[in-house]
């Protein structure tokens, strides 16, 4: 798990991005995840038109063909956030790279938070891939993407998909004064802990630092186990490279040993596929 800061300079960011995956390599890293967005500044500050240039097809993007190449020659698992454009619509994506250098396909961020210094309502639309989980030579591997860390429903949701480790890249911060200047590092913590004891399953978050306009990042990037045991962690301000080893036969028994997806009730869960709990989906339902 990569974290750290960003300059305006895309050229730079993403330099610095591939020495950083190459030195997780040369320490025996075989996936590595790097922060949201990270090719600049965290640009859904504010609401600003010239900012959708930033975007590229995933077909025709600048960078994408260097962690292709990346993930080739180093052999590594490689799940790269990307600003999306796709048509006339705009995403905040993933694409997710294989360790043959292929690229398996591309989630879209499913959660857009619309706030103070998080206005990215304003960019892009809601992700219509659905949740995935792509099998690889590490196991099974998901994503997803900042906000949707808040939702139990999204890490459930890749868990079902056979998921072993959810990764989350990010970029989190202090909420300004209209916010209420409140400090969401220990929550946003305990909400992906969370996610990996009920699905019995690794998480790992990569954040950025620094301060960028109103916001700064904090960091607290963090590697937890199948139990939710803290198996590597950064503090607020360093840029740092985090690694953990997984013992994925390990959590699998675990998994099955604790019954959770064994004692799961589908037919009792309607009232989640709609917004207000409506009891009458439930009765249609059942």
């Not at 109103?214 to 198996?231: A, K, N």
């Not at 953990?244 to 596929?273: K, N, Q, V």
Request: contains cysteine.
């Amino acid at each position: 798990g990569v974290q750290g800061a960003m300059t305006t300079s895309c050229e730079e960011n993403v330099a610095r991005a591939v020495s950083r995956v190459e030195e997780a390599a040369d320490h025996g890293a075989q996936v590595v995840l790097l922060p949201e967005l990270f090719e600049g500044l965290y640009f859904p500050q504010t609401e600003r038109e010239e900012f959708f240039s930033l975007a590229h097809t995933a077909a025709d993007h600048p960078f994408l063909p260097r962690f292709k190449e990346l993930a080739r020659t180093r052999r590594l698992v490689l799940p790269v956030s990307f600003f999306e454009r796709s048509g006339q619509a705009y995403y905040n994506s993933l694409a997710f790279i294989d360790n043959s250098g292929t690229l398996r396909g591309v989630y879209r961020k499913s959660h857009i938070p619309d706030g103070p210094c998080y206005e990215e309502k304003f960019y892009f639309n809601g992700g219509d891939t659905g949740f995935k989980a792509w099998p690889t030579d590490c196991g099974t591997v998901a994503s997803g993407i900042f906000c949707d860390q808040w939702f139990p429903e999204s890490a459930r949701c890749m868990a079902l998909l056979g998921a072993e480790v959810l990764l989350y890249p990010t970029a989190i911060g202090s909420e300004p004064e209209e916010a209420g200047q409140i400090d969401t590092r220990e929550m946003w913590r305990r909400a992906m802990i969370g996610h990996a004891v009920s699905n019995s399953c690794y998480v790992a978050a990569a954040n950025r630092v620094g301060t960028e306009g109103q916001s700064t990042f904090y960091g607290s990037s963090f590697i937890v186990d199948y139990r939710g045991e803290m198996l590597a962690e950064a503090d607020r301000q360093e840029e740092t490279i985090l690694y953990a080893d997984l013992d994925l036969s390990a959590a699998r028994t675990f998994r099955a040993s604790m019954g959770f997806f064994r004692d799961r009730r589908p037919e009792l869960y309607a009232p989640i596929l709609t917004l207000d709990g409506s009891t009458h989906v439930l009765q249609k339902t059942c």
